[in-house]
C-alpha cells in the first residue's frame, strides 16, 4: 500500500541493521529507528483521509473473519448449506463458544489465496449465503443462543445467476429476520461494509465498526461511476458518503469504535483479535441481562429511526 512505503523503508533499515554485528552505536541506532518508525506509523494512520482508509479496509493482509474465529472464539463448528440451492464459501456460519457463551457466528469470508478468493468471490455473498445465515440464525433463536456478526464484503454479488435467485429479496428477508430475532444480536463491520450485501447482516443491538473499517451505501468507485462518469473521482466520492468510523458514529449508525493497533489492524492481528474480543464479552455480558421483548423492541426502534430528516 503506497501510504506504508516510509514506513517499509525504516523497517528495512532496522532490518540491515539487526543483521549486521552490533556494536553499541548500532544498537542505539536501531532503538531510534524504531522510535521514528513507531512515530511515523502514528502520524500515517492518525491523518487518513476518506480514500486512505478504504484502502486500509481492503488491505490484503487484513485479519479476515477465519482468523477472529480461531484468535476470538473457542470451539468453532462450521454449518454449512441452505437446504434449498448450495452453500456459499463466502458466508461462514458456525456455534462457537466465548467468555462462556455459546453463540452462533456468521461472517463474511474474503479468503487469502487467489484460490479462496476466487471460491468466496471476494467476500460477494449470494442468495444462499444469505438463506444459509437465515437458516442458522432461526436455529440459534430456538436454542436461545446469541448472533454474532462479522461483516467483511463490498457487497453483494452482482451476478445474473445471483440475481434470478432473488439476491435483493433474500437481503431484505435477512434483515426482516434479524429485526424480529429473539436473541440478543451484535455486528461487528470489521473490514469493508459495502452496501445491502453489509447489511444482510448488519441489524443487531449493538453494531461497532474497527477503526479504519469503512460502511457505506455504496463503493467509492461505484458512486464516482454514478455521479462523475469516472472511478478516478473515487477519493472525492469517498469524503463526499462520509463513510469512516468516527463519522458513522456521530450519525448513530454505528455504537462504538474498535481502535486498532498503531499501524491498522494487518500489523497486529492479535492484539486487534483481543480488542475485538473484550468489546464482544462485554457486550455479550450486557445484552444477555436485559429482557429479551425490550431488546427487540429497541433494536426494531433503532434501526426504524436512521435516516430520519427535519424540514424547516
Known amino acids: 500500500m503506497p501510504l506504508e512505503k516510509p514506513i517499509y523503508e525504516l523497517e528495512d533499515k532496522i532490518a540491515d541493521l539487526e543483521t549486521a554485528p552490533l556494536g553499541e552505536q548500532s544498537?542505539?541506532?536501531?532503538?531510534?529507528?524504531?522510535?521514528?518508525?513507531?512515530?511515523?506509523?502514528k502520524q500515517i494512520f492518525g491523518n487518513l483521509d476518506p480514500w486512505q482508509t478504504v484502502e486500509v479496509a481492503r488491505h490484503p493482509n487484513r485479519p479476515k473473519t477465519s482468523d477472529y474465529l480461531s484468535?476470538?472464539?473457542d470451539e468453532f463448528v462450521e454449518l454449512h448449506g441452505d437446504k434449498a440451492f448450495g452453500d456459499d464459501p463466502a458466508m461462514l456460519t458456525g456455534f462457537?463458544?466465548?467468555?462462556?457463551?455459546?453463540?452462533?457466528?456468521i461472517g463474511h469470508q474474503?479468503?487469502?489465496?487467489l484460490t479462496e478468493k476466487q471460491a468466496c468471490h471476494f467476500g460477494c455473498a449470494h442468495p444462499e449465503g444469505y438463506r444459509k445465515a437465515m437458516g442458522k440464525m432461526r436455529l440459534a433463536a430456538k436454542y436461545g443462543l446469541p448472533v454474532i456478526c462479522l461483516i467483511d464484503t463490498?457487497?453483494?454479488?452482482?451476478g445474473v445467476g445471483a440475481e434470478e435467485r432473488g439476491q435483493a429479496q433474500v437481503i431484505a428477508e435477512s434483515m426482516f429476520l434479524m429485526a424480529s430475532l429473539k436473541v440478543?444480536?451484535?455486528?461487528?463491520?470489521i473490514g469493508e461494509g459495502g452496501s445491502g450485501g453489509a447489511l444482510g447482516i448488519g441489524v443487531g443491538d449493538r453494531v461497532a465498526i474497527l477503526e479504519h473499517a469503512y460502511y457505506s451505501v455504496i463503493s467509492p468507485e461505484g458512486c464516482a461511476?454514478?455521479?462523475?462518469?469516472s472511478a478516478e473521482f473515487k477519493a472525492d466520492a469517498a469524503r463526499a458518503l462520509r463513510m469512516r468510523a468516527w463519522d458513522l458514529k456521530e450519525f448513530g449508525v454505528i455504537d462504538k469504535v474498535i481502535d486498532e493497533p498503531r499501524g491498522g489492524a494487518h500489523r497486529d492481528p492479535r492484539l486487534m483479535a483481543a480488542r475485538l474480543k473484550t468489546f464482544l464479552e462485554r457486550t455479550l455480558r450486557?445484552?444477555?441481562?436485559?429482557?429479551?421483548?425490550?431488546?427487540?423492541?429497541s433494536r426494531y426502534a433503532k434501526f426504524r429511526q436512521m435516516g430520519n430528516f427535519l424540514e424547516d
Open 110 to 113: 474474503k479468503g487469502k489465496t
Open 184 to 189: 440478543p444480536i451484535i455486528c461487528v463491520v
Open 96 to 105: 462457537a463458544k466465548i467468555d462462556r457463551h455459546k453463540v452462533l457466528v
Open 154 to 158: 463490498p457487497g453483494a454479488y452482482p
Open 286 to 297: 450486557d445484552l444477555v441481562k436485559q429482557p429479551i421483548e425490550e431488546l427487540v423492541e
Open 225 to 229: 461511476g454514478i455521479l462523475w462518469k
Open 71 to 73: 484468535l476470538v472464539f
Open 27 to 41: 544498537q542505539d541506532e536501531v532503538q531510534q529507528l524504531r522510535r521514528e518508525c513507531a512515530d511515523l506509523q
